[in-house]
């Protein structure tokens, strides 16, 4: 059975940070690009950021550029997103997802909210991030 749970997701203050973390089972973790959307109250849902299996190459979404880090570690079968610098605009269910990618962007990138409808890949349940003073 395949299962990724994330974890870290909390209360935080603007300009606070927090770390989420997706453990993956089930899979060769390493053979798979991972991405991490959210989902914001009454939003749809929105492509954060990928990372490369072959050579860890990271991807952001604009408005977390210089602000969130993904990474991973394959020994351990866990997916990272240092997130520094929190607005209250990064409030959102987050959730992290197996993904391709090709020529610089994901198949989840391209329709994060198809995706995530249709079962694209293998997700989570997701974790919370409230950020509000």
């Known amino acids: 059975e395949v299962q990724l749970v994330e974890s870290g997701g909390g209360l935080v203050q603007p300009g606070g940070s927090l770390r989420l973390s997706c453990t993956v089972s089930g899979i060769t973790f390493r053979s798979y690009d991972m991405t991490w959307v959210r989902q914001a109250p009454g939003k749809g849902v929105e492509w954060v950021s990928s990372?490369?299996?072959?050579?860890?190459?990271?991807y952001y979404v604009d408005s977390v550029k210089g602000r969130f880090t993904i990474s991973r570690d394959n020994a351990k079968n866990t997916l990272y997103l240092q997130m520094n610098s929190l607005k209250t605009e990064d409030t959102a269910v987050y959730y992290c997802?197996?993904?391709?990618?090709?020529?610089?962007?994901?198949?989840?990138?391209?329709?994060?909210?198809?995706?995530?409808?249709?079962?694209?890949?293998?997700w989570g349940q997701g974790t919370q991030v409230t950020v509000s003073s």
């Open positions: 990372i490369d299996s072959h050579d860890d190459t990271p």
């Open positions: 997802a197996t993904d391709l990618i090709s020529g610089g962007s994901s198949v989840i990138q391209k329709d994060p909210g198809r995706s995530r409808e249709d079962g694209i890949g293998y």
